[in-house]
C-alpha cells in the first residue's frame, strides 16, 4: 500500500461548483498535513497547513483532517478558472515538523470551466 | 512576500558532466531542503539541511549528490556525474522555526541531462 494516495483526476468542474480533494495515508505517524497547488512547471505553493484533526477555513479553502480514518481534504468554495491547477496534498511525521521529509501525493489536476 | 529563489530556471547538461544548483533561501528560515519532481511523477523528498549539516536524506541522495551552504544565504545541490535519470524538476524549499509553518518552495530548476 503506497504511503499516501491521491486520485490524479483530471477532475472538470464548471465556475462556482465547491470541489472536493481527498487524499488518504497509511502511516499513522502522520502528523502535519499541507495542500499545496502548483501550477505547470511551477513549484509548490503552500495552501493550507494543519497539524490537528478537525477543519481549518482559509477565504475560499477548507482544510479538513480525520487522523482516525487516515483521510484529509480540501474544499474549494465557489471555484474560479484560476484555480485551475494540480493540488497536492503533502504530510510529515517529523516532530514539530522541522527539518523531516515531506511525503507527496500524486497531485489531482483540476480544470474549473469558465 | 518573501521568495525562494533558484537559479538557473533551466540547465541543459552533457550525461557525465557536473552540475549545480543555486537556491537563495528566504533569510530567517533556518530549515532547507531540496526536492525533485521527475515529468508526470510525484514530487519526492532528496534531502533536508539544518544547522550546516543534512537532517536526513532519501535513498535517492547517494554520493552522487552533495549539499552545501557556502555563505549563509546561498543553498546548492551538486550532481557530480549527472545521469539521464536525473532529468526533473529540482526545487529548493525552506523553513521557519517553529511548528505553525510550512514549508516553501521555489519555482524550480529544470535539469535536462542528454
Known amino acids: 500500500q503506497k504511503e499516501v494516495e491521491q486520485d490524479p483526476g483530471p477532475l472538470s468542474v464548471p465556475e462556482g461548483a465547491i470541489v472536493s480533494l481527498n487524499c488518504t495515508y497509511s502511516n499513522s505517524a502522520f502528523q502535519y498535513f499541507m495542500w499545496y497547488r502548483q501550477y505547470s512547471r511551477k513549484g509548490p505553493e503552500l495552501l493550507m497547513y494543519t497539524y490537528s484533526s478537525g477543519n481549518k477555513e482559509d477565504g475560499r479553502f477548507t482544510a479538513q483532517v480525520d487522523k482516525s480514518s487516515k483521510y484529509i481534504s480540501l474544499f474549494i468554495r465557489d471555484s474560479q478558472p484560476s484555480d485551475s491547477a494540480t493540488y497536492l496534498c503533502?504530510?510529515?511525521?517529523?516532530?514539530?515538523?522541522?527539518?523531516?521529509?515531506?511525503?507527496f501525493g500524486q497531485g489531482t489536476e483540476l480544470s474549473v470551466k469558465p | 512576500e518573501p521568495e525562494v529563489t533558484q537559479t538557473p530556471s533551466h540547465q541543459v547538461t552533457q550525461m557525465g558532466q557536473e552540475v549545480i544548483l543555486r537556491c537563495v533561501p528566504i533569510s530567517n528560515h533556518l530549515y532547507f531542503y531540496w526536492y525533485r519532481q521527475i515529468l508526470g511523477q510525484k514530487v519526492e523528498f532528496l534531502v533536508s539541511?539544518?544547522?550546516?549539516?543534512?537532517?536526513?536524506k532519501s535513498e535517492i541522495f547517494d554520493d552522487q549528490f552533495s549539499v552545501e551552504r557556502p555563505d549563509g544565504s546561498n543553498f546548492t545541490l551538486k550532481i557530480r556525474s549527472t545521469k539521464l535519470e536525473d532529468s526533473a524538476m529540482y526545487f529548493c524549499?525552506?523553513?521557519?522555526?517553529?511548528?505553525?509553518?510550512?514549508?516553501?518552495f521555489g519555482s524550480g530548476t529544470r535539469l535536462t541531462v542528454v
Open positions: 524549499a525552506s523553513q521557519p522555526p517553529g511548528a505553525d509553518y510550512g514549508y516553501t
Open positions: 539541511f539544518y544547522n550546516n549539516e543534512i537532517s536526513e
Open positions: 503533502a504530510m510529515s511525521d517529523k516532530i514539530y515538523n522541522q527539518g523531516g521529509k515531506l511525503i
